[in-house]
Nanobody, 123 residues
């Protein structure tokens, strides 16, 4: 599946943003989807994942309760809803997909990747 991420931008602390990840070549209804993020000089880190088979989600501790991952099958699009954003959430965000039913945070399990979209949280 080919992925296209979008929705990044500049937002003030405490604000909200919604990232989108549109897939082509294979519908998300048969893929698990994840979001990772990366800051300069650091490795890409897990943010959230959603298992396609039963809609079970997994979140990094740092975003649990603030971020929500979802899939709209009709639009073949996955979303990351981000609320109460903090400066430490500033990063390039990447979406990823897997044909395996999983919510693993291990990056090597995710085979399809979109390009990143930059989120900057600053006043």
């Amino acid at each position: 599946v080919q992925l296209q991420a979008s929705g990044g931008g500049l937002v003030q602390p405490g604000g909200s943003l919604r990232l989108s990840c549109t897939g082509s070549g294979r519908t998300f209804s048969r893929n698990s989807v994840a979001w990772f993020r990366q800051t300069p000089g650091k490795e890409r880190s897990f943010v959230a994942a959603l298992r396609w088979s039963n809609s079970i989600a997994n979140y990094a501790d740092s975003v649990r309760g603030r971020f929500t991952i979802s899939i709209d099958d009709a639009k073949n699009t996955a979303y990351l809803h981000m609320n109460n954003l903090k400066p430490e959430d500033t990063a390039v965000y990447y979406c990823a997909a897997s044909t395996i039913s999983t919510t693993t945070p291990f990056i090597n399990a995710w085979r399809s990747w979109g390009q990143g979209t930059l989120v900057t949280v600053s006043s």
